[in-house]
């Protein structure tokens, strides 16, 4: 599978983005998703994770309950909205597949997305 991630850009304190990460090929059910990011000199951080049927989700808690992660296995995608954007959350947004676990660590994952970056501003 190939990932293709969209959706980032610059978007005020308090606002929204919805971030999407288009998977080709036709075994998109065969991998569990998550997004991390990574700010600037910072390492990559997990952000959230679903599981392969999306019936079970994952969040750091620093975005608990302002972004929610979902796919739509018909699309083969999965989208990550968030709201309540705070200048913290400003960095690089990467998707993520893995066929074996659920990608809440970054370390030996097995496909990445490109990065889209979102900037939030104060």
């Known amino acids: 599978v190939q990932l293709q991630a969209s959706g980032g850009g610059l978007v005020q304190a308090g606002g929204s983005l919805r971030l999407s990460c288009a998977a080709s090929?036709?075994?998109?059910?065969?991998?569990?998703m998550g997004w991390f990011r990574q700010a600037p000199g910072k390492e990559r951080e997990f952000v959230a994770a679903?599981?392969?049927?999306?019936?079970?989700?994952y969040y750091a808690d620093s975005v608990k309950g302002r972004f929610t992660i979902s796919r739509d296995n018909a699309k083969n995608t999965v989208y990550l909205q968030m709201n309540s954007l705070k200048p913290e959350d400003t960095a690089v947004y990467y998707c993520?597949?893995?066929?074996?676990?659920?990608?809440?660590?970054?370390?030996?994952?097995?496909?990445w997305g490109q990065g889209t970056q979102v900037t939030v501003s104060s």
């Open positions: 993520a597949a893995d066929s074996k676990t659920i990608p809440r660590s970054y370390r030996n994952l097995e496909v």
């Open positions: 090929g036709r075994t998109f059910t065969s991998y569990a």
């Open positions: 679903i599981s392969w049927g999306g019936g079970n989700t």
